[in-house]
């Protein structure tokens, strides 16, 4: 088997990662592609640093198994399939799925922190980071984690205010000046996504 070709999608939270991920799955459809999501890969609850006051600071790269990652890709790009249990952002109700991914021609993988650790970041052909405005990531995120994750409006302000809007300042957006693809999204990407598409098929 030939070395995969590894494309990377990156971005702040609620940047629009996830709806490219589905937009290049709906229009690849028929070519086999496989998927990596680093929110599989957080460190369990009870092994997470937590503030003084309690909280769990998600948006760390120090809270992600980046190691195991970036082992797991290796595998992949050796012919060798992975598995890993699926993330349920600790929802208590929620059966987590024994995730098996198969390698391929051609491997996405995506995260916030894909970028940071820099024997990962090598492995990654195309390096593509989704970027939108600090009021649309919020409204985005609001909206998103009161009806998908039940978050309350008074958590998600705390978390976004003293985890989420740093945190990306000082580890994620730096990581931009070293992709290949800048996609801003603050009302939509289908351009891109299309030049994206069409690249991948060329690719492929």
Known sequence: MKKPYIVGICGGSASGKTFLLNQLRE?????????????????????????PEGLVNFDHPDSILLDELFQDMSQLMQGISI???????????????????????VVILEGLFIYHLPELAKLIDLKVFIEAEEHIKLARRLTRDISERGYS?????????????????????PTKR?????????????????VLVNHIRAVY
């Open 27 to 51: 229009q690849l459809k028929g070519y086999e592609i496989s998927e990596v999501s680093q929110d599989n890969y957080y460190k369990p609850l009870e092994d997470q640093v937590k503030t």
């Open 83 to 105: 598995s890993r249990k699926e993330y349920t952002f600790n929802n208590p109700y929620a059966v987590p799925e024994e995730l098996t991914i198969a390698p391929s021609s």
């Open 178 to 194: 070293n992709c290949d693809l800048i996609i801003p999204n603050n009302s939509h990407m289908y351009k891109a996504i299309n």
């Open 153 to 173: 409006l008074e958590s998600i302000l705390t978390d976004y205010t003293k985890f989420v809007a740093p945190m990306y300042e000082k580890y994620v957006s």
